[in-house]
């Protein structure tokens, strides 16, 4: 874990509330891996006071790119900022997906979700079989396309809840119909909580590797103020931040 001054190199809005970073930041580059996390200070004044945890879309040295919703007051500052102004960047945080070299691996990504999944296929997709189901509720929501079309992938599913793009529907109701034609052997989700607990309901009892990685409310991102704890299925808690954000699909406990 470092604390780094990136410097922004591009800054692209994507329509709607999507944006896209890439960021000249070489010590987190040349060791972030698929999964890993960074805390973004998005403003130099104490407003917001906490950083901002963001995933890694890819990482290629000197480069990190960083894609993301404008939700509230710090993600709408950092779409703010342009090429040459500087960024404090802690990272890389939190573990990895597993490589799980020769396995057929399924990527479940939801909406921003596919943040991770999107780095874990740049970075395996040409060393073993990846496939990739995206949904979205509508095609704004899914501004990645084109750059998932450069991909490694041996199958892409495209889901929108309003049918403005591939198939209408939850990518969930495709879900069952994958995993069994394409002879899938993991799975590995990011998304809504609503979605992965969908998820994990549908892959129970089928014998596949199933990772999902977690969003939570974070204060420090390091282990050290418990504000991103969640329930596991065995009743006790997991921090989100460092014994995180990968977890197997079955070590949670959803609420559905
Ligand atoms: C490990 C990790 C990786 C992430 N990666 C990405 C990413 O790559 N791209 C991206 O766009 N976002 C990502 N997020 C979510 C991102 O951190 C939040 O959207 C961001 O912190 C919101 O900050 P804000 O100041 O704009 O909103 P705030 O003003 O803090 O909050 C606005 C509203 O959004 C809610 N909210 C805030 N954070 C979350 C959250 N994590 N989950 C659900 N609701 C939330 C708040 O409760 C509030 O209602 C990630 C979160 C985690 C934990
Ligand atoms: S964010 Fe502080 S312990 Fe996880």
Not at 89 to 99: K, M, Q, R, V, Y
Not at 202 to 213: D, I, P, Q, V
Request: net charge positive; glycine share 12%.
């Amino acid at each position: 874990m470092q604390d780094e001054r990136g410097l922004i190199e591009e800054a692209h809005s994507l329509g709607g509330d999507y944006f896209l970073l890439k960021i000249a930041a070489p010590r987190i580059a040349a060791t972030a891996k698929p999964g890993n996390f960074v805390m973004v200070r998005v403003s130099p004044s104490r407003d917001p006071l906490l950083r901002r945890p963001l995933g890694l879309l890819e990482s290629r040295p000197p480069y990190i790119w960083l894609y993301y919703q404008v939700l509230g007051h710090g993600t709408k500052l950092l779409s703010g900022l342009r090429p040459g102004d500087g960024l404090d960047i802690l990272g890389p945080l939190g573990n990895t997906f597993p490589e799980l070299p020769g396995k057929r691996v399924l990527l479940v990504a939801g909406g921003r979700g596919i943040v991770p999944l999107f780095h874990y296929a740049r970075a395996y997709g040409e060393h073993r079989p990846l496939l990739l189901l995206y949904g979205g509720r509508r095609r704004a929501d899914l501004p990645l396309l084109e750059r998932i079309k450069t991909l490694c992938l041996q199958g892409l599913f495209i889901f929108s809840e309003d049918g403005s793009l591939g198939q209408m529907g939850l990518l969930t109701d495709g879900l069952e119909k994958i995993v069994r034609e394409e002879r899938v052997d993991a799975t590995m989700s990011c998304g809504p909580e609503a979605m992965l607990a969908r998820v994990a309901l549908l892959l129970k009892s089928r014998g596949l590797e199933n990772r999902a990685s977690l969003e939570a409310l974070m204060g420090c991102g390091f282990g050290a103020c418990h504000s991103c704890v969640v329930l596991a299925a065995d009743g006790s808690y997991r921090k989100v931040c460092d014994e995180g954000p990968v977890f197997p699909l079955e070590e949670i406990q959803w609420r559905t």
